[in-house]
Structures are given as structure tokens and as C-alpha cells.
């Protein structure tokens, strides 16, 4: 991929609406190297993995995190592949870290949803140059569980209180705002979806507000996800019970994410693969 691909109107997308949907950007090689990695994953998962839709509903929806220090196709997709560069693009930052890479994978006629949310709460990090990505792997239709997005929510200057996908609370909300009935006001928002093919992807700032409904299809939905912080991005640690890194980063909160941290690796610039 050349940077070029990615226009100053797609920046300005990204900027203003705080999500934009960029095409055909990981070729097939790419598409099955992350397919592949996904089914070992899959049949084998690790002790992250977890089951997201409820015991005893219909189909299935899963989740598994730090795979890029489980499994080789993982971690090659995240350090070879144009992750990096897009987000460095997008954000116009001139370094981007992985903070982590996570596979969803909603299968046919699963109807759980994942519920209005944005991704900040949710991670160790802050700073205006932060942004999460959607790998499409599959045809995403609205039948099938494309997510919906609130155009310029990352604008709101609010913060939502996180909610566990698989039902209950959190300990503590750290004293954030519920998150308002979005859908007994859709007219009120500007809500966009994006139908996407294997290979397009999504790249969000991690306050933009979304959500994606239950698969209705015949058609598996997976994708690979990325959360990613760039120049001004610093550590932060979040309430008992909200997600951690895999390992103590041996960061202090306030901390500036530092340059090819062992368990934030730089992958823009892009480092030389070794074998």
C-alpha cells in the first residue's frame, strides 16, 4: 500500500466525522492471512478468549485479544501489514503503537448486538491521537451485523460509562455518563453504516459513539480489530474489572506510550521483519 492511497479528503473524513470507511486498502494475501490465523485462533483459542453472546442463545459470537503474541499470521498483520500506515495517515501522526489487535467473530443467525458504546473507556490510553480499526474479512451488510456510527461524536466532549458486551456492570464507572437512548432518538444523530468488503476497513478515534446489530444472515461476519495511539498518546489505567494490557506495562499513569514498548510495539514506521 502507498500512503497516496489514502486522500486528504479521506483525513478530513476521519477529522470531521471521527470515522471513515477506506477501500481495498489489504490485498487477498493479506485477507487470508488473517482468515487463516483466525480458524487456528478459533479451534484453538487463548486464555482471552471468550464467548460474548449469551449460554443457551442461538449462534455464536466470540472474541479473542493480544493474538499478535499468540500466533505468527496475527503478528505479521500487525507488523507488516498496512495497519500502521493507514493509521498514521489518518491520524496524522508520525508514529503509530499497537496497543492491542482483537478477532470478532459474529456467525450466522447470532442475534446478540454489540450495544451503543465508544472504545476510549474501554482501553489504557489517552490523547486526542488515538484511533480503533475494522478489518473486514467478510461481505457486511446491515442483515449481517455492519456497525453503525454517530458522525462527529468524538466532537461531544462526554464521556459514556463501558458496559461489559456480555451483560452486568463494571465495578466502578469512574463517575462517567450513562449512555443516552440512541435509538429512541435516531433522527436526533447523524448515523452512518458502512457495508464493507474483505479488505476494506474502518478506522474509528476511539470517542466516536457505535454500535453493530446481531447477524441475520447466512454469512459469518469476522473481523480483525486494532486499537492504536499515535504521537500525543499517553498510559492511563481505568477502573477494577475494565480491560488490561496482557502484561504490567511498567508504565506510570500519564505516561507518554513510548517508542517500541515491548507490549505496544511501533508498527509505523514500519520495523524490518525478522525471522
Given at each position: 500500500?502507498?500512503a497516496?492511497c ?9 477529522e470531521?466525522?471521527?470515522?471513515v ?9 493479506w485477507?487470508e492471512?488473517?482468515?487463516?490465523a ?14 460474548i ?8 459470537f466470540?472474541?479473542d485479544?493480544?493474538l ?24 496524522q ?5 499497537l ?13 446478540t ?19 480503533g ?12 451485523g ?6 462527529g461524536s ?13 451483560g ?12 443516552p437512548?440512541?435509538?429512541a432518538?435516531?433522527?436526533s ?15 474509528n ?15 459469518r ?8 495511539a ?13 480491560p488490561?494490557p ?6 506510570m ?5 513510548p ?15 525478522t525471522?
Open positions: 500500500m502507498d497516496a489514502i486522500s486528504a479528503e479521506d483525513v478530513a473524513a476521519y470531521r466525522d471521527g470515522v470507511c477506506l477501500r481495498g486498502l489489504f490485498d487477498r494475501g485477507v492471512c488473517a482468515r487463516r483466525m480458524d487456528r485462533i478459533i479451534a484453538d483459542p487463548t486464555e482471552e478468549g471468550l464467548l453472546n449469551p449460554q443457551g442463545t442461538a449462534g455464536r466470540e472474541r485479544l493480544f499478535w503474541m499468540a500466533d505468527d499470521g496475527f503478528r505479521d498483520l500487525a507488523l507488516q501489514s498496512p495497519v500502521g500506515e493507514i493509521a498514521a495517515a489518518c491520524m501522526s508520525r508514529r503509530v503503537n496497543l492491542l489487535d482483537m478477532m470478532l467473530t459474529k456467525e450466522p443467525h447470532t442475534p448486538i454489540s450495544p451503543w458504546h465508544h472504545d476510549l473507556p474501554y482501553n489504557w490510553v489517552e490523547g486526542a491521537q488515538v484511533c480499526m475494522w478489518l473486514s474479512l467478510d461481505h457486511a451488510t446491515a442483515e449481517s455492519a456497525a453503525e456510527w454517530i458522525r468524538h466532537r461531544w466532549g462526554r464521556r459514556f460509562a463501558p458496559r461489559p458486551f456480555e452486568g456492570a463494571y465495578e466502578v464507572d469512574d463517575g462517567l455518563e450513562p449512555m437512548d440512541i435509538d432518538d435516531r433522527d444523530y447523524d448515523i452512518v453504516r458502512f457495508e464493507t468488503e474483505p479488505g476494506d476497513c474502518i478506522v478515534h476511539l470517542l466516536t459513539v457505535h454500535w453493530a446489530p446481531g447477524n441475520h444472515s447466512d454469512r461476519r469476522r473481523a480483525v480489530v486494532y486499537r492504536l499515535g504521537d500525543d498518546a499517553v498510559y492511563v489505567e481505568r477502573g477494577p474489572g475494565r488490561k496482557k502484561y504490567d506495562p511498567g508504565l499513569p500519564g505516561e507518554p506510550i517508542d517500541d514498548h515491548a507490549q505496544f510495539p511501533t508498527i509505523w514506521p514500519r520495523r524490518e521483519a525471522s
